[in-house]
């Protein structure tokens, strides 16, 4: 082919003064073309990117080259040792070829050769020892071969050598300390080193470091100071190593845009520089024995922690900033369609995995897996969706959803799953290679290779999709056996620096997965099919809530630096995002006729959108990150639980430093307004009426508690969180106090939240939060509902305190219809009175007398009798209970004084 364009159809292009010879990204095949050594003046030859086969003939030996590129070819053979004898070259490059045996000695005979590219190809043996005349080399990369032997001592005859690069390259550690003569390095990249570890070596001298990469060398001892002095550097990977120590302070190398200390034994805190970095800093510390107390209150996407801390149970891998959701219910089967969107097979649905990874980023991508990424792609521009790779032609193989998407990843990458029953399960792996290409083009001269381990045992090692598959753009799954004891269950790719980097594009390399099938080997136990229906519906809700978690942490991290109105364009309803535009445009720019309330954290706004939808705005008023984790935390529970008695949440708005949360609009506003409001606003409540809001509120409580996989103590039931829409249906609103029922025992809260005359008197005195917190508060608000009285505000005289104080020496008494509501008139007495009787069952003072929402529900709906009230010698006493009841100020201070004026009587 070359040959072809040579004598006939470029004859008159190459004319025999031709001096240089580019052509690149042809994909011309055949063999090179002796004919080239014929022209006298040529200097240089560049094929990079072709398909070109055979060896460099002879004929080129006498050639005056100075630049040889033959990148991304199929040459094979031996490399010629006559390539010895073109003693002008300055630049030679083969890489990406399938040049077999050892580094010709000749080539020592090189003296002006200033680079020398070796790399992915299948070279063996051991460096030659001319390779020591090579005095003027300033780039050496020989990474991806099969050579042998220690990496050789020649650093004292490469002084000039400003790039080293032999990752993958078969040679063993530990690295000669004579490396560190290389005083004029500014890039060092060297990987997977077999063989015994070192120390850190010596790289004191080399100030000028930009890219720095000593990743699987086996080092171990602390992370050398020196680094600090590297005040160029931009990357250091020192992943995988048995690195002990702190983290040495960094914080002066103001170009160290990535880091990844990944799969280390550092110990001590995460210094406050890392954490104090702002996100364009991507930094990556999974996988090490960090001080758990140590981890950052806020999260980053772009700071990985996952499993960074010793001594940290199974459910907190991430840390507390990138916790997952407990468990509340066993899985018993995973299908994640990798890198795509969710798909149904058969009857086995595959969750979607679409969330863009990132260089450092750990993604919780539902309650009970997520992904951990680590590692940036090297010599290309980073860029997000090179995470993520595409088919580029139809694939014909069956079930072909799940291979037109596929995951990849730099470095490692660990599916991550938890509340998988204990016991065998079956793990399956669905690869296709549907990058590269098999065509006569150099699409198809890519060579993946990488690793996979389950549950941190090697399952595949030096893997090649194309080979096992025979062929590209077809399917090859593989199955293991994994054994799951402590409910979690890690799948981990790691791509150990073999293969090739740069066909067809530079930054093409790395673990590719295209699904993921994990199947118990035990049938479950037999109740749990409901149950995996409602955790399916859960997962593709809580999906929605991480998309939006993972929007708003970028937001509100980097939002500033990109273009809002760019990115939010086309966004709305559907998708959960609102620009800030839209919002003021609905709400009249939050005009103050538009205000409907004052919420939470905020006011609360009514808007219309273009397309005539009706919202209610809340505008949260905390700037500071507390607010944006409460903020944050409302959003995603609330987006993750639909059930008709709560208050559904269309999406969020980040605008600077304010937060928009939109929510459905209710009509007829709160309970509280229907019931005690201002005359114009107070509704009639017939019976029927108040019967279907207390049935209502029960269920979206019983919900919260016992149905959802979440399971959410609310902590502030009352009459203004619950809301009225067009047809009086209660729905619970405000999410942004419930906060997820933590480890199975420790019901101890640190900060009591809830509202004085509604709170629990165990949580209110001891902050002891239990579900039956919520039950109490629900008994207050169903009192409430029958005698249309605020409870706080209820005082018929001086011996009673509130109106449930009344209701329960009413009771004694057997009066209680004298409480009912007197609009009602008398024909409903009977069910009141019942109702009533269930409000004081809730309204407890003991908690374990309490019944669950579930039964209070049976009870509302005259499935189950009415307990008789049985009242306790409560543990906290009849006045500890009424000061909670009724005290306007700090509960907890007050509740201490009191508590200690007991003990000392
Ligand atoms: C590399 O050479 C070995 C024999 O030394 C051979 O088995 C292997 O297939 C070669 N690899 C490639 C990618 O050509
Ligand atoms: C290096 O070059 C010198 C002459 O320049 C030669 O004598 C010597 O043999 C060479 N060394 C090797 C190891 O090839
Ligand atoms: C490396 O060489 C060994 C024999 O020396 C061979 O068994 C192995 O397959 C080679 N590896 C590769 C990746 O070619
Ligand atoms: C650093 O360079 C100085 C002067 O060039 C030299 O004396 C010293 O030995 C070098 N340090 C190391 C660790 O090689
Ligand atoms: C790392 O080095 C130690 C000795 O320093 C050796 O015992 C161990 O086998 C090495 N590990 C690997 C993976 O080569
Ligand atoms: C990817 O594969 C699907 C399924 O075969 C096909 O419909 C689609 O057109 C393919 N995409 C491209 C870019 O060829
Ligand atoms: C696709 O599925 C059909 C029917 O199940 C089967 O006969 C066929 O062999 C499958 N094709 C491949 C490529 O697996
Ligand atoms: C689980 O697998 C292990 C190892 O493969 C085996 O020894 C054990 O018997 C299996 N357990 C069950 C319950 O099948």
Not at 28 to 38: F, Q, R, T
Not at 749 to 775: F, N, Q
Not at 778 to 783: I, K, M, T
Request: aromatic share 10%; charged share 20%.
């Amino acid at each position: 082919m070359v040959n072809l364009l040579l004598s006939q159809r470029n004859v008159g292009f190459f004319h025999l003064l031709f001096i240089h010879i580019f052509l690149k990204g042809q994909d011309l095949d055949g063999v090179l073309p002796p004919s080239l050594a014929k022209l006298p003046y040529l200097k240089t030859i560049d094929l990079t990117r072709n398909y070109l086969t055979g060896t460099i003939p002879p004929e080129w030996a006498s050639t005056r080259l100075k630049f040889l590129s033959i990148t991304v070819n199929k040459l094979s053979g031996p490399i010629p040792s006559y390539l010895g004898n073109i003693t002008t070259l300055v630049y030679m490059s083969i890489e990406n070829n399938l040049f077999s045996g050892i580094v010709p000695p000749e080539l020592g005979s090189l003296v002006n050769l200033e680079n020398l590219i070796l790399g992915a190809n299948n070279l063996t043996g051991e460096l030659p020892k001319s390779l020591t005349n090579l005095t003027k080399l300033m780039e050496l990369r020989i990474s991806s071969n099969n050579f042998t032997g220690r990496i050789p001592d020649f650093f004292q005859s490469w002084k000039q050598l400003q790039k080293l690069e032999i990752q993958a390259s078969g040679l063993e550690g530990p690295i000669p300390s004579s490396i560190s003569v290389l005083s004029s390095l500014t890039e060092l990249r060297i990987s997977d080193l077999l063989g015994e570890g070192s120390e850190f070596p010596s790289l004191s001298n080399m100030t000028g470091m930009k890219r720095l990469m000593l990743r699987s060398c086996n080092l171990s001892g602390p992370i050398p100071a020196f680094i600090s002095e590297m005040t160029q550097l931009q990357i250091l990977d020192l992943s995988f190593n048995r690195l002990e120590g702190k983290v040495p302070d960094f914080e002066g190398l103001a170009y160290l845009q990535n880091m990844f200390l990944t799969s280390n034994l550092l110990t001590g805190p995460i210094p406050d520089w890392i954490k104090s970095r702002d996100s364009s800093y991507q930094i990556d510390l999974s996988y090490s024995n960090f001080s758990e107390s140590s981890a950052p209150p806020t999260c980053r996407e772009t700071l990985n922690l996952f499993d960074s801390f010793s001594g940290q149970d199974n459910l907190t891998l991430g840390g507390e900033c990138l916790r997952t959701y407990p468990c509340s219910k066993d899985r018993y089967s995973l299908h994640i369609n990798c890198g795509g969107s969710a798909t149904t097979i058969g009857n086995i649905e595959y969750e979607g995995d679409q969330n863009q990874a990132g260089p450092a980023k750990f993604v919780p991508n539902t309650a009970s897996w997520g992904f951990s990424s680590s590692g940036n792609f090297w010599d290309v521009n980073s860029n997000s969706d090179q995470y993520i790779a595409n088919n580029v032609s139809i694939l014909r193989m069956n079930n072909s959803e799940l291979f037109t998407s596929a995951r990849l990843s730099p470095l490692s990458l660990t599916y991550y799953a938890q509340c998988l029953a204990n016991g065998n399960y079956t793990v399956k792996l669905y690869f296709a290679e549907i990058v590269f290409r098999d065509n006569k083009s150099f699409y198809s001269l890519g060579r993946r290779m990488f690793d996979v381990y389950i549950q941190e045992k090697l399952e595949l090692k030096d893997f090649d999709i194309e080979n096992a598959a025979q062929g590209v753009d077809k399917a090859v799954v593989r199955e293991f056996k994994a054994i799951v004891s402590n409910k979690v269950l890690q799948i981990r790719f790691h791509w150990a620096g073999k293969g090739t980097t740069a066909a067809p594009e530079r930054g093409t390399y790395g673990p590719l997965i295209s699904a993921i099938s994990v199947e118990s080997d035990f049938s479950p136990p037999n109740d749990d099919k409901k149950i995996f229906i409602i955790v399916g519906a859960v997962v593709s809700a809580i999906l929605v809530i991480f998309m939006i978690l993972g929007f708003l942490m970028w937001k509100i991290y980097i939002g500033g630096r990109i273009s809002r109105e760019k990115e939010l364009r086309g966004l709305d309803l559907q998708t959960g995002f609102f620009t800030y535009r839209q919002i003021k445009a609905a709400t009249d720019n939050f005009d103050a006729a538009n205000k409907i309330g004052e919420g939470g954290f905020g006011s609360v706004y009514k808007g219309i959108l273009l397309d005539g939808t009706i919202i209610a705005v809340k505008k949260l008023s905390s700037k500071s990150n507390q607010g944006n984790r409460e903020f944050v935390n409302e959003i995603g529970m609330i987006s993750a639980l639909q059930h008709p008695n709560l208050v559904r949440l269309y999406g969020c708005c980040v605008e600077g430093n304010q937060l928009f949360l939109v929510y459905e609009y209710m009509e007829n506003n709160s309970l509280a307004r229907a019931l005690f409001g201002p005359d114009e606003y107070r509704l009639e409540l017939d019976w029927a009426t108040r019967q279907k809001i207390c049935i209502g509120i029960a269920r979206g409580l019983a919900f919260l508690h016992e149905e959802s996989t979440l399971r959410i103590v609310h902590r502030d039931i009352k009459t203004t969180s619950v809301l009225l829409d067009t047809d009086l249906n209660p729905k619970i609103s405000d999410f942004g106090l419930a906060k997820l029922d933590e480890e199975e025992n420790t019901h101890i809260s640190t900060r009591v939240a809830g509202t004085i005359g509604y709170m629990a008197p165990e949580y209110a005195l001891w902050g002891y939060l239990t579900y039956k917190a919520d039950v109490y508060s629900f008994g207050v608000v169903a009192l409430e509902i029958v005698v249309g009285k605020n409870n706080m505000k209820y005082r018929p005289n001086e011996n009673y305190v509130c109106l449930l104080d009344s209701a329960f020496v009413l009771n004694q008494k057997g009066n209680l219809m004298e409480l009912v509501d007197s609009k009602l008139g008398s024909k409903f007495n009977e069910e009141a009175v019942r109702m009533i009787k269930v409000a004081l069952l809730c309204a407890n003072s003991s908690p374990a007398l309490r019944p669950t929402m579930s039964a209070v529900v049976n009870m509302l709906e005259g499935r189950t009798v009415v307990h008789e009230l049985i009242t306790d010698p409560s543990i906290y006493g009849e006045e500890l209970r009424f000061k909670a009841l009724t005290h306007p100020f700090d509960m907890v201070n007050e509740a201490d004084s009191l508590i200690q004026s007991l003990d000392s009587t």
